[in-house]
């Protein structure tokens, strides 16, 4: 059968159509010969992903993104090719990250090993994403940026209080207050020059006034020593014993024993003691009168007088 040149030129341009559409494909990252497992994603926002970006496990590359499709809803879905044979569960999440500053966005499948229900080609996965470095400083300096806002509302309302406070009769008390302090501050420096001029005068004195407190403490030390030697304790304990003695005797006193006791409590006795007292003033006072009463040296033998009881005093 002879093929005419129609049909040669026919197969020659939708071999070059394949061919250049395969070869686009290829470009594009995508293999139409490709018999690796395919899983998808949806997401509400990829972040910046794009075709051909890694997909990693534990930080091993697994396989690459094969396109992002725009839905009706407006969410994203993205096709990962996976090009190993290790089982991936349905419930593992795949997190789009940021792989660096630069980088770029990657897509890291977070297996679950407990789930032993394995993904195949075309399932879908949970999606999820991290926030990049980028992302995350700005979500920080958000708060940070409010901070700063009232800081600074704060700043104005406060320099606007200083301004009201300080209208012109407030600046020249504060004027005639920085002067005052001043005046005061060169008086404490000519008192503290006049003070040490004063120390330096006396010196001499305060050396000896030192030197005698030393000599004083030593003495006191001395003393002490001893004090400490004395044996204190045996002194008070006797000092203890004679006071319990005097403390008994003052109570027997009181009770009315003993001579002394007696004559503090007995009445009778004391009026004994005040008549005996009293007649023995009256004969010495008899004898002080009439001596030759009681003394009668006689040389010649004559006879004694007899005794005249002296006339009571009235």
């Known amino acids: 059968m002879k093929i005419t040149r129609e049909i040669k030129t026919a197969i020659l341009v939708i071999s070059s159509i394949l061919l250049f559409y395969w070869g686009y494909s290829f470009l594009k990252g995508r293999n139409l010969f490709d018999t690796n497992k395919k899983l998808y994603v949806v997401y509400d926002?990829?972040?910046?992903?794009?075709?051909?970006a890694q997909v990693t496990l534990n930080g091993l590359k697994i396989g690459k993104v094969n396109s992002i499709n725009i839905q009706p809803d407006g969410k994203l879905l993205v096709e990962l090719q996976i090009l190993t044979e290790f089982p991936i569960s349905k419930t593992s999440v795949a997190e789009i990250f940021d792989?660096?500053?630069?980088?770029?966005?990657?897509?890291?499948?977070?297996?679950?090993?407990?789930?032993?229900?394995?993904?195949?080609?075309?399932?879908?996965?949970?999606?999820?994403?991290?926030?990049?470095?980028?992302?995350?400083?700005?979500?920080?300096?958000?708060?940070?940026?409010?901070?700063?806002?009232k800081l600074f509302d704060n700043a104005n309302i406060?320099?606007?209080?200083?301004?009201?406070?300080?209208?012109?009769?407030?600046?020249?008390?504060?004027k005639n207050a920085i002067a005052e302090l001043n005046?005061?501050?060169?008086?404490?420096?000519?008192?503290?020059k006049n003070l040490n001029n004063l120390l330096a005068?006396?010196?001499?004195?305060?050396?000896?006034?030192?030197?005698?407190?030393d000599k004083t403490v030593s003495n006191f030390e001395s003393i002490s020593d001893s004090l400490v030697n004395a044996n204190l304790g045996k002194t008070v304990k006797n000092l203890e014993t004679t006071l319990a003695s005097v403390d008994k005797i003052m109570k027997d006193i009181e009770s009315g024993k003993g001579t002394m006791?007696?004559?503090?409590k007995d009445e009778q006795m004391y009026t004994n003691f005040t008549n005996a007292s009293k007649e023995l003033e009256l004969?010495?006072?008899?004898?002080r009168l009439h001596p030759t009463r009681y003394v009668n040296v006689s040389l010649f033998g004559k006879k004694d007088k007899p005794y005249v009881k002296p006339e009571e005093e009235k």
């Open 45 to 52: 926002n990829v972040a910046g992903l794009e075709n051909s």
């Open 99 to 149: 792989s660096g500053l630069v980088g770029g966005r990657e897509v890291a499948i977070i297996p679950n090993f407990k789930d032993k229900n394995y993904s195949v080609s075309g399932d879908y996965l949970k999606g999820s994403s991290k926030l990049g470095l980028t992302d995350a400083l700005a979500e920080q300096m958000v708060p940070l940026k409010d901070k700063i806002e």
């Open 158 to 174: 406060l320099f606007e209080n200083v301004n009201d406070v300080l209208n012109d009769k407030s600046k020249t008390d504060l």
């Open 183 to 192: 005046t005061t501050m060169s008086n404490f420096s000519g008192a503290s």
């Open 201 to 213: 005068a006396n010196k001499s004195k305060l050396d000896n006034t030192f030197t005698s407190l």
């Open 261 to 264: 006791g007696k004559l503090m």
């Open 283 to 287: 004969l010495l006072e008899d004898l």
